[in-house]
């Protein structure tokens, strides 16, 4: 089947301004530099990297992680945050920016710059990394039993609404229209719920659930507990456990955060009962 369409980006900012045409981040050595860094597009998921830099990082969407890990490259899902200090010890001029070089040269980048330090930015890529949450997480123990678990399969039919990909939650597509829906999961309030996600697609799907608190319970098969999320990665053919307490009554819709997914039928409702 062919590929369905994707959305494509002449330019990419930082804070608003393409890389080279804003102001430097200036640090000085010895230095501890926090970086609150949020993904604001629709549709991208993001890399981010500090040539001879580290980033400890301390809080993913703004919940303090169990486990403060160090890693050479944060990587972040459409709507994600991460909080991370950044040791300055290296000195020179930086461009920090994205892995992709060809989104990097369409300014996906920011110029940190020590003390002392004149001339143009460098990049150097840094060494190989898979970003994996449970490095983040609790060491030993598990999550507390859920009440109910859930079962979903996300699947994409490639090119199959108007040369668009359409996505499906276990094989219903949500329509994008005014009509009402009704919920397809239904909750009582108090209760821990347990949301075992199978992605049958290559795609990565940045999964959402409104006004409640994820915490990931196993990641491809790999238990872990501790990590409270808004935002949980789901990558390619992967599967992952989310867990959450029914503590916010009302209408709440699931979804991937990518726009285009959404757009396409990747959303379904929860109510409480």
Not at 199 to 213: Q, V
Request: glycine share 10%; net charge negative.
């Amino acid at each position: 089947m062919p590929h369905g369409y994707e959305v494509g980006y002449g330019s990419f900012t930082i804070n608003g301004l393409m890389l080279h045409h804003g102001e430097r981040i200036r640090v000085k050595q010895g230095e501890r530099v926090l970086f609150h860094v949020l993904n604001g597009s629709a549709t991208e998921i993001r890399s981010l990297a500090l040539p001879g830099h580290s980033f400890h990082v301390l809080a993913l969407d703004g919940n303090p992680v169990p486990n403060p890990a160090t890693v050479p490259v944060l990587w972040i899902g459409t709507a994600e945050r991460v909080s991370a200090i950044v040791e300055m010890k290296h000195p020179g001029v930086w461009i920090m920016g994205d892995l992709a070089d060809d989104d990097r040269h369409h300014g996906m980048g920011v110029i940190v710059e020590y003390a002392g330090a004149k001339g143009k930015g460098q990049w150097i890529a840094p060494p190989p990394h898979r970003w994996n949450y449970a490095l983040f997480g609790k060491a030993g123990g598990s999550a507390e039993p859920p009440d109910e678990t859930f079962e979903m399969i996300f699947v994409k039919d490639n090119a199959a609404e108007e040369g668009f990909n359409r996505w499906t939650i276990n094989g219903v597509a949500y329509p994008m229209s005014n009509e009402m829906v009704p919920a397809s999961f239904h909750l009582k309030e108090g209760k821990r719920y347990r949301i075992h996600m199978r992605n049958a697609s290559d795609d990565i799907h940045p999964i959402h659930l409104h006004r409640h608190s994820l915490e990931l319970t196993e990641l491809a098969g790999k238990p872990t507990f501790g990590i409270l999320k808004d935002v949980v990665m789901l990558g390619g053919y992967q599967e992952a456990e989310i867990d959450f307490v029914a503590d916010n009554p009302g209408l709440m819709l699931f979804h991937c955060h990518q726009q285009l997914h959404v757009d396409f039928g990747f959303m379904t409702l929860f109510d409480y009962v």
